[in-house]
């Protein structure tokens, strides 16, 4: 992740990944724990609650008729 904002992060990652797209990032951040990378790991946290609300505003969407 150079410097893409964390919500276009979260659109490539759902685009990519579809409904996995939460459980990757979850993945990825583990993985900056295990390395002891505190900026990526921000960086993958805040994409994963980018995720999270993109989800969340998507299915408050009213469906057209």
Known sequence: MNDTSAV???QDM???HGLRAQ????????E????????ALHRWEQAYAA????????ARKPIDD
């Open 8 to 10: 276009g992060i979260a």
């Open 14 to 16: 759902l685009r990519l």
């Open 23 to 30: 459980a990757v990032a979850m993945e990825r951040m583990a």
């Open 32 to 39: 900056m724990r295990r390395q002891g990378d505190p900026v």
């Open 51 to 58: 995720i999270c609300e993109l989800r969340r505003s998507s």
